[in-house]
T-cell receptor, first 115, second 113 residues
Framework: EAEVAQSPRYKITEKSQAVAFWCDPISGHATLYWYRQILGQGPELLVQFQDESVVDDSQLPKDRFSAERLKGVDSTLKIQPAELGDSAMYLC?????????????FGPGTRLTVL | SQQGEEDPQALSIQEGENATMNCSYKTSINNLQWYRQNSGRGLVHLILIRSNEREKHSGRLRVTLDTSKKSSSLLITASRAADTASYFCATDFSGGGADGLTFGKGTHLIIQP
């Protein structure tokens, strides 16, 4: 069964360093989402792509976060510089982009710890 | 911001009993979805109910939606130990072209053998 791939699974970094997360969605899925989940909370949307275009990045802290999906397939989320409050699980999800039935398929996540 | 609010925050029941979780939201929606998350893992989609639907079933799951009250419930019948997880409701609100989901804080369900 096709799955969303994410790497790394775990990342420990010091504050002020740069980190990057990678996501490979399910083949054929036009829509890709990045969510951040703080321990004990539900996921919060950071950015949504439709193919290679950003559809919604209203919740992305653009002073330190960036995301790209250059060829409309895999995607990278970067944080520079990392802050202590960025410690969280970063989840990638993909979907077919059918507005009537927008079930999302999630990857295993990258757990980031900022020291 | 998190639109959905699940209730209760935590629930512990005996295996074989039914578990009911509730979700309330604030704005008009296209659909409401329920997801399950095992500890430290990604989320798994359980069921989607559209705004013009009132009830939906999938195996041991039953979801209801009351758009007048802006609320939904998830019923898991004949619970099993493997149902232990956190359950989140997520809404696709009807404004705008983006369809990223807004999640609640979740209900942590523990099934005791």
């Amino acid at each position: 069964e096709a799955e969303v791939a994410q790497s790394p699974r775990y990342k420990i970094t010091e504050k002020s360093q740069a980190v990057a997360f990678w996501c490979d969605p399910i083949s054929g899925h036009a829509t890709l989402y990045w969510y951040r989940q703080i321990l004990g909370q539900g996921p919060e949307l950071l950015v949504q792509f439709q193919d290679e275009s950003v559809v919604d990045d209203s919740q992305l802290p653009k002073d330190r976060f960036s995301a790209e999906r250059l060829k409309g397939v895999d995607s990278t989320l970067k944080i520079q510089p990392a802050e202590l409050g960025d410690s969280a699980m970063y989840l990638c999800a993909s979907g077919l982009g059918d507005r009537g039935y927008n079930e999302q398929f999630f990857g295993p996540g990258t757990r980031l710890t900022v020291l | 911001s998190q639109q959905g609010e699940e209730d209760p925050q935590a629930l512990s029941i005996q295996e074989g009993e039914n578990a009911t979780m509730n979700c309330s939201y604030k704005t008009s929606i296209n659909n409401l979805q329920w997801y399950r998350q095992n500890s430290g893992r990604g989320l798994v989609h359980l069921i989607l109910i559209r705004s013009n639907e009132r009830e939906k079933h999938s195996g041991r799951l039953r979801v209801t939606l009351d758009t007048s009250k802006k609320s939904s419930s998830l019923l898991i019948t004949a619970s099993r130990a493997a149902d232990t997880a956190s359950y989140f409701c997520a809404t696709d609100f009807s404004g705008g072209g983006a369809d990223g989901l807004t999640f609640g804080k979740g209900t942590h369900l523990i099934i005791q053998p």
